[in-house]
């Protein structure tokens, strides 16, 4: 899968993604640090990768339509702190394997993924 790492997560977010098999870049690769959101979007939409963030913005599909996107990972944690932010997404890993994001907005929490799109259903 290809992914787009937001500037809010963790640099080794991106390495976790790329050990596991995943093409995965960071806002941060590319210099698009400090871009609006619908830049961010845009690029995430051009380059077909998956938009991983923990900004809740992404979570309007009014503002961002999931079937328009390559998919759509918002996280809400209990702590953005870098060892959990990484906990939790290593748990996300399986999910990843058995569940389609194309097209969805997933919804990630402390201990639960919801998945918004064609086929809502939850993990």
Not at 35 to 40: G, L, M, S
Not at 77 to 87: A, G, P, W, Y
Request: glycine fraction near 6%; hydrophobic fraction near 35%.
């Amino acid at each position: 899968m290809r992914f787009k790492l937001d500037e809010n997560l963790p640099p080794d977010a991106s390495t976790l993604l790329s050990n596991s098999g995943h093409d995965a870049l960071t806002i941060w690769d590319q210099g698009l640090q400090g871009r609006p959101d619908a830049k961010i979007a845009e690029v995430c939409q051009e380059e077909q990768r998956t938009l991983i963030t923990l900004d809740l913005d992404f979570a309007d599909i009014r503002a961002y339509p999931p079937n328009q996107y390559s998919g759509l990972i918002v996280m809400r944690l209990s702590s953005q702190s870098r060892t959990h932010v990484l906990r939790v997404l290593q748990g996300l890993l399986p999910i990843l394997k058995r569940e389609t994001i194309e097209g969805r907005l997933w919804i990630v929490g402390d201990s639960a993924v919801r998945i918004h799109g064609e086929e809502d259903t939850a993990s």
